[in-house]
């Protein structure tokens, strides 16, 4: 199963010429690739898939999507590594 999961900037970074971001999923901190979202910026919404954030997405979106991905724990799980708190 292939899962996007949305999160919060948190700080930007580049990486050896990669825009990187810290992206906060209700929690869990994970090192996210911004190339595809030129325009996210600190605070902003991105959907992320495997290390990538793909696209951004509004905040009430981004909370409502968490709230489904809480109910499916299992699934989050194996794409994070570690549950949603």
Do not use: K, W
């Amino acid at each position: 199963m292939c899962l996007g999961i949305p999160g919060r900037v948190v700080d930007l970074y580049d990486d050896a010429g990669l825009r990187m971001a810290t992206v906060d999923f209700g929690g869990v901190r994970r090192a996210v690739c911004l190339s595809y979202t030129p325009g996210a910026a600190v605070g902003t919404y991105v959907i992320v898939h495997v290390g990538f954030a793909i696209t951004e997405v509004d905040e009430a979106e981004a909370h409502r999507t968490l709230e489904v991905l809480r109910s499916m724990a299992d699934a989050v799980e194996a794409e994070l590594g570690e549950p949603l708190p």
